[in-house]
Structure formats: structure tokens, C-alpha cells
């Protein structure tokens, strides 16, 4: 159970960019929330140019960490991200450079860290449940897209929770389902393929009657970051989508948010009553219980 009325701070992928990582935190401080209210949805090491540097940041922090796709494979000492991008694939291709990049920096003592972070986290916040992921509820690399209602309506069928809170798919949004609401908060590691800059992050806070959920902009020292990555020219590609803010390649996009390459992605706002009862948990049963999930 998260306890009083200060915000709840959610944020996805870092991806190695130590410079946003580190901006965040800073904003976090400014914020007043303290890393006992902050969780990351997984990824902390994908694209950019310091992955090591940007574990051993993540873990001074001493945030909420869930593992997401690439922790689990680094963990392993696997041979690919397992992002879940179909093969030959552009995204699949260029993920071969990056990852060789990470998995030749990360040192042992980070891989066993990754190694027992949890697969998701469930907490009670303002009389909701919640629950953390990092793709799908129960596949850890499933893309969750804002424009797919009915995949939406099934991971919330699934995850006993009032409240879901996802990363991978790197956009942020916020749909509500019924009585039930998915959250991902986009990542701070690089855009949101809405051609800019900015990276992001979102709020859970508590209100009179129920909860808000907001997803944020975050601008930070993206030229930096990129110079960064194109030093050791393992991702160029990459380097060139933190400057302007469209991804190298849109394979695993739906037909909606292909369209929407480009077009600045608003913050949002969404709050929900607080429900007189909550029908997905008991004091029998908990939140969603599954493997190395933890309760926070």
C-alpha cells in the first residue's frame, strides 16, 4: 500500500540515456516525491550511448524497478533484446547493433540485479488497485497500442486490478475501459515518435473523489544525448530519432498510430471516481498474484 496523498510518479524506458534519467530524478525532487513513490516500467538499458551508467544511476535512486523484456534477456546473457519486433524487420535489424553495444557494458553485478527484479508490482493507492507491468499482463514484450480497444479490453480482464500501469510501447496514454483504466506513461529513454524532443513521464495523484492520471513532457539535453550515441556509431538511426522525435522505423506501429508519426502528442488528464468497492481484489485474494510479482 503506497500511503498518503503525495503523488505517484510512473515512468518506462530509460534505455541507457543517462542524461534523461538524471532529469527526471531532478524533476522527481522538485516534485516532492521521494523514490518510494516512483516506479519504472522496465527497460533501463535499449539504445543510448551509457547503460551502465544509467543502472548504477537507476539503482542510487532506489525507485521501483519492474523488469522489462531487455532485463530479463540481459539477465539471461541472451543473444537478442526480445522486444518482441518480427524478424527481419527494421527494428529488428537495428536492435542487433544496440544490443551487442549494451550487452558488451553491462557488468555482471548489474545483469544479477536484473536478474531478481520483479516481473510486475501490485499497491492499493486512494482506495484503487493497481497494478505495474511492462507490456502485456501476462507477456512481458506484448505491445499495447492506444488504438486497440478490444486488446486493451482483454489485458484488463486479465489483470485484476482496478488500475494497470504499462511500459514497452513507448507512447503515453490513458484509456479507460469500464470501470477499469490502462496508463502508460511513455518513456523518458525517447520520444514518442510525435516529432519532438521531449521524452515522458506521468502522475498518479489523489484527489477529493478519486484518482488523476497525467502524462508529462519532459525536455532535457536531448542534443547531448545524442552526440553521445553517435561517438561510437553503433546506432545512428537512433541517435537521429532523440533530435527529431520520430522513430527509425515504424513496423510495430497499428495503422492509427502509423498515421499519427509526427503530430505532437498532448499531455493528458484523466481522473476517475473512486469506486465504492473494488471488484477485482478481496481481502481473501490480494491484487493479481503471478510469478515475481511483488507487493509494494
Keep these: 500500500m503506497i500511503l498518503g496523498s503525495a503523488p505517484v510518479l510512473v515512468f518506462g524506458g530509460p534505455y541507457s540515456n543517462l542524461r534523461a ?49 531487455c532485463e530479463q534477456q540481459l539477465a539471461l546473457g541472451a543473444d537478442d533484446c526480445g522486444c518482441g519486433f518480427a524478424q527481419g524487420s527494421t527494428c529488428d535489424s537495428l536492435s542487433k547493433g544496440w544490443y551487442a553495444f549494451a550487452t558488451g557494458r553491462v557488468s555482471a553485478a548489474s545483469r544479477a540485479w536484473m536478474g531478481q527484479l520483479p516481473d510486475t508490482l501490485s499497491f492499493t493507492y486512494g482506495g484503487f488497485s493497481l497494478r505495474v ?41 490513458i484509456k479507460r475501459y469500464r470501470d477499469q483504466v490502462w496508463f502508460n506513461p511513455g518513456v523518458v529513454g525517447m520520444p514518442a515518435n510525435d516529432g519532438t524532443a521531449e521524452v515522458w513521464y506521468g502522475l498518479v495523484r489523489r484527489t477529493d473523489d478519486g484518482l488523476s492520471f497525467l502524462t508529462q513532457r519532459l525536455a532535457y539535453d536531448h542534443e547531448g544525448a545524442a552526440l553521445a550515441m553517435r561517438g561510437h556509431g553503433y546506432a545512428d538511426a537512433y541517435a537521429d530519432a532523440l533530435v527529431s522525435g520520430r522513430w527509425p522505423s515504424i513496423d510495430v506501429l497499428p495503422a492509427a498510430e502509423r498515421a499519427a508519426t509526427g503530430k505532437s502528442i498532448q499531455e493528458q488528464e484523466l481522473i476517475v471516481p473512486r469506486p465504492s468497492l473494488c471488484a477485482h481484489t478481496s481481502a481473501e485474494n490480494g491484487c493479481c498474484s503471478v510469478i515475481r510479482d511483488t507487493v509494494i
Design 21 to 69: 534519467l538524471q532529469l527526471l530524478r531532478a524533476r522527481a525532487i522538485a516534485l516532492g516525491v521521494s523514490p518510494s513513490r516512483i516506479i519504472c516500467t522496465g527497460d533501463v538499458v535499449a539504445y543510448c550511448a551509457e547503460p551502465e551508467e544509467t543502472i548504477a544511476a537507476i539503482r542510487d535512486w532506489g525507485c521501483h524497478v519492474v523488469a522489462g523484456n
Design 133 to 173: 507491468v511492462h507490456g502485456g499482463v501476462d507477456q512481458t514484450n506484448r505491445f499495447v497500442f492506444p488504438s486497440q480497444e478490444a486488446l486493451i479490453a482483454a489485458e484488463l480482464a486479465r489483470a485484476r486490478a482496478d488500475i494497470v500501469i504499462a511500459g514497452h510501447a513507448g507512447l503515453p496514454f
